[in-house]
């Protein structure tokens, strides 16, 4: 039997939107994730670009369990010495609000130039409105 491989071209891809509202932060990325990548297709594999679309609405409105809005830091460096900056998961949601979920996303993508590339699947919105209503996505359930 013969392993079939589906060209990257060729793949069929499909839309999904996830709705954040009261859902977990990491239960959001890691199912996002995992569509992305095409995990759940049967001609997945590790080193293509097979998977599909995720729209993420509401993305201000995501929760995180226990004290973790106030304890939680997202930590970046400037490039230049003593440049680390910090900020909590509260101010981040203020400033941006689609960062975490996009932070949570990138972290569970392979590194490199796949999962640079898998990360432009995925539209993060702060509220409800999306302009990709003309893609007809499916409304994927968490």
């Avoid at 080193?47 to 809005?69: R, W």
């Avoid at 101010?91 to 432009?120: D, F, N, V």
Wanted: glycine share 8%.
């Amino acid at each position: 039997m013969k392993t079939i491989f589906v060209n990257e071209k060729d793949a069929e891809r499909r839309w999904f939107i996830i709705d954040a509202s009261d859902k977990p932060v990491g239960r959001i990325a890691a199912k996002a994730a995992s569509v992305l990548r095409g995990k759940h297709k049967v001609s997945f594999a590790p080193n293509q670009e097979c998977g599909d679309y995720v729209v993420i609405v509401n993305a201000e409105k995501a929760s995180m369990s226990g004290t973790k809005e106030d304890d939680k830091m997202y930590y970046h460096h400037t490039g230049f010495p003593g440049g680390l900056r910090a900020v909590n998961y509260k101010k981040l949601l203020q400033r941006h609000p689609e960062a975490p979920i996009l932070t949570a996303i990138k972290g569970m993508l392979p590194k490199g130039r796949l999962g640079r590339k898998l990360l432009t699947n995925v539209k993060v919105y702060a509220g409800a409105d999306y302009p990709h209503t003309a893609q007809n996505p499916v409304v994927m359930e968490i």
